[in-house]
């Protein structure tokens, strides 16, 4: 894989990654961009972004993040959904419906794609597009 830094286009981070991966972060990448089309995708971090919100925390601290993303780890690969509502995170009230996962607040991990249930991973990420056009900016 290139190094991180060099990477400038959602194509080719996926290009980068050994095939397992690619495949498998391709055909995710594939899912978000039918299910979610207006969440462009971008490079941020190192990591495949698509969508994007303003926050700014009580303490006055701001800026900008994904509301979903994907990314290929050393031991596992990441899709994050970073949206929240009055229940709590996305992600993390629905990890016993996504599969053999490790789930966060907002970061799903899995070894291989068929661990993921890709189904209502893509269901988390229409819900959190919803919550994002519900609200330009979001302060947390």
């Given at each position: ?39 462009k ?6 990591m ?7 926050y ?10 994904f509301?979903v ?11 994050y ?9 996305l ?6 419906r ?33 919550l ?6 979001l302060?947390?």
């Amino acid at each position: 894989m290139q190094a991180r830094n060099a990477i400038k286009s959602p194509r080719a981070y996926l290009a980068s990654l050994p095939t397992p991966r690619r495949h498998a972060l391709s055909a995710i990448d594939k899912a978000i961009r039918t299910a979610a089309p207006d969440l462009k995708p971008h490079i941020m971090h190192g990591m495949l972004g698509y969508g994007m919100y303003h926050y700014k925390y009580a303490s006055g601290r701001e800026g900008d993040w994904f509301v979903v993303g994907l990314a290929s780890q050393k031991h596992y690969m990441s899709l994050y959904i970073c949206a929240c509502d009055e229940k709590g995170y996305l992600a993390e009230r629905n990890r016993h419906r996504l599969g053999k996962v490790s789930v966060g607040r907002s970061c799903i991990r899995f070894k291989k794609l068929e661990d993921l249930e890709l189904k209502v991973a893509i269901e988390l990420v229409q819900q959190a597009r919803a919550l994002l056009k519900k609200s330009a900016s979001l302060t947390v």
